[in-house]
């Protein structure tokens, strides 16, 4: 990407649904982000959403701690296990050697600090229980759909400032 030039692309609306449910008690800046990978980064990612719920929730609501944290073993599991198929077919297999540029760290960063910032204005005493059930309600196909999707907009992201700095 040339000097002047401005990053321009859309995450696909899911994506930003997703990110607009999730919250944070860290700064989203303050995780170590992989950047060498775009399939480790789309699989971070993918459970960052739903690792900021459950830290964010643990702290406020500390009863539930306990079954945030079974439930974010379990979602780990699955989303490892999904990606691994995922990653075996032609349309993902490559995003494993492709390095994620910073324009794409730094888009989802703001995204998730974004996020945080407007989740945590909200009532976690009422918010947090709703959040664990519908964590715990995710079967293995939306877990495929979600993780798809963010594999999916993370590649065309690359491919845009692909195109873009080739020019």
Do not use: Y
């Not at 995780?31 to 406020?60: E, G, M, Q």
């Not at 976690?124 to 664990?132: E, N, R």
Request: net charge negative; proline share 4%.
């Amino acid at each position: 990407m040339s000097g002047g030039k401005s990053l321009n692309f859309k995450i696909p609306a899911i994506i930003a649904l997703a990110m607009v449910l999730t919250t944070s008690v860290a700064s989203a800046a303050e995780v170590v982000w992989p950047k060498d990978s775009a399939s480790d980064f789309s699989i971070f990612v993918t459970l960052l959403r739903f690792r900021i719920n459950a830290d964010h929730c643990s702290a406020k609501v500390p009863e539930l701690k306990p079954r945030f944290e079974s439930l974010m073993e379990d979602l780990d599991t699955h989303v490892q296990r999904i990606a691994k198929g995922l990653l075996a077919s032609d349309v993902f297999k490559d995003m494993k050697d492709k390095a994620v540029p910073v324009e794409i760290v730094d888009a989802f960063k703001d995204s998730f600090d974004d996020t945080k910032h407007n989740f945590e204005r909200r009532d976690a005493t009422s918010i947090c229980p709703q959040t664990l059930q519908d964590l715990g309600e995710m079967d293995d196909e939306s877990l495929k759909s979600g993780l798809t999707e963010i594999l999916t907009a993370v590649q065309v992201m690359i491919r845009n400032l692909e195109k873009e700095s080739a020019r």
